[in-house]
C-alpha cells in the first residue's frame, strides 16, 4: 500500500490533500499528523480555511496565485510534520446516563448497566473530526466491547445533546436532527452556538472526557 499521499486540485484555490489509503491501525496517528499540518498551514496565515476530515485536509486559499506552492510543498510538509505542534483542549463532558438504548447496548454486549457506563466513562477520546450537523464531534477511542452495529431503523429525530454509539465511535448531537446511533447518555453542554465568536465547542485534536452525572438532564 502506497504511503505517499494524494494531493488534488479542486479548484484555482483549493486542494484536497488524501491520506484515506493508509492503513486502519494508524487512524489517531494519522489524524495527529493531518492537525499538525493544518496547524502549520494556517500559521502561514495564507488560507481562507482548512477542513480537517477523516484522512484528509481540504484546504482554501486566500489567492490562487499560491496554489501551485501549496501543491508542491505539500508532500514534504507531511514528511517532516512530527515535529509540528498542534492546539488543543481538554474538555469533561457532564453526562446523564439515561439514554433509551443503553438497555439495548448492555443486552447485546451481555453486559450490565453499569458496566457498559463505566467502560464508555473510562477511556479519553479524542476528536477525530467535526461533520454530519456543525458541531458534531466524531470520536475516537470506544472501548472495543461496545462496538455496536447502527440501528437498523434511523430515527427521524434525536434530541440535541443526545450522547450515541455508532459502530467503532461514539459521538454527541449538538442539535436536534435525524440519526442512526443508539443512544446511551445526554448532555447539558452546548456544542454549537451560531452567534459565538467560535461556535463549534470542540475542534479536531481536541479531548474529551464524559463524567457521570446522577440527576436528570435539563434538556
Known sequence: MSMIPSIKILTNSSL???????????????????????????????????????????????SS???????????????????YPFDS??????????????????NYHQLTIDEVINLHSKEL???LFLGFVPGFPYL??????????????????VPKGAIAIGADQTGIYPEDSPGGWHIIAYTDACLFDSKAAN??????GDTIEFVPVKGVSND
Open 16 to 62: 484536497l490533500f488524501d491520506v484515506s489509503h493508509y492503513s486502519e491501525p494508524h487512524i489517531l496517528a494519522t489524524q495527529k499528523k493531518l492537525w499538525a499540518l493544518a496547524q502549520h498551514c494556517k500559521n502561514s496565515n495564507e488560507f481562507i480555511d482548512l477542513v480537517p476530515a477523516m484522512n484528509s485536509l481540504t484546504l482554501y486559499l486566500k
Open 65 to 83: 496565485e499560491m496554489l501551485n506552492k501549496w501543491y508542491n510543498t505539500l508532500a514534504k510538509l507531511w514528511d517532516e510534520v512530527d515535529d
Open 89 to 106: 483542549q481538554h474538555h469533561q463532558i457532564n453526562t446523564y446516563y439515561q439514554g433509551e438504548d443503553l438497555d439495548y447496548v448492555a
Open 125 to 127: 477520546y479524542h476528536v
Open 140 to 157: 475516537h477511542g470506544l472501548n472495543s466491547r461496545l462496538f455496536t452495529p447502527r440501528r437498523d431503523n434511523p430515527r427521524v429525530s
Open 199 to 204: 461556535p463549534c465547542l470542540f475542534k479536531p
